[in-house]
C-alpha cells in the first residue's frame, strides 16, 4: 500500500496552487508522478473518499479534495462520504 503517496496528493492538493490546478485539468497527468496502487489511483480519481481512508489516507488531508472542489468532490459530499463510515 502506497498510503504515503495518497497523502503526499492531498498534501500538495493543499499547498500548491500549480498542482491543483493541474488535477483539475487532467488528473491522469498529475497524478502519474505518484506510486500510487491500482486501486488508490482508481478511488483518488473518483473522488472514493471511504477506500481511501480504509487504507490509511488520513481524513484531515483527504478533506482537501473537497474543499478545492477537486475529483468530483466538494465539502458537503466528502463530509458526507466520509460520515458514512459510522453507519459501517
Known amino acids: 500500500m502506497s498510503t504515503y503517496a495518497v497523502n503526499k496528493v492531498c498534501h500538495l492538493v493543499e499547498r500548491d496552487s500549480a498542482f491543483r490546478e493541474r488535477m483539475r485539468r487532467d488528473v491522469d497527468a498529475a497524478l502519474a508522478g505518484f506510486k500510487l496502487e491500482a486501486e488508490e489511483l482508481q478511488a483518488l480519481k473518483a473522488g472514493d473518499v471511504v477506500t481511501l481512508f480504509r ?31 459510522a453507519d459501517d
Open 55 to 85: 487504507r490509511g489516507a488520513h481524513p484531515f488531508l483527504l478533506q482537501n479534495l473537497g474543499r478545492y472542489r477537486l475529483v468530483g468532490l466538494d465539502r458537503e459530499s466528502y463530509r458526507q462520504r466520509i460520515t458514512s463510515l
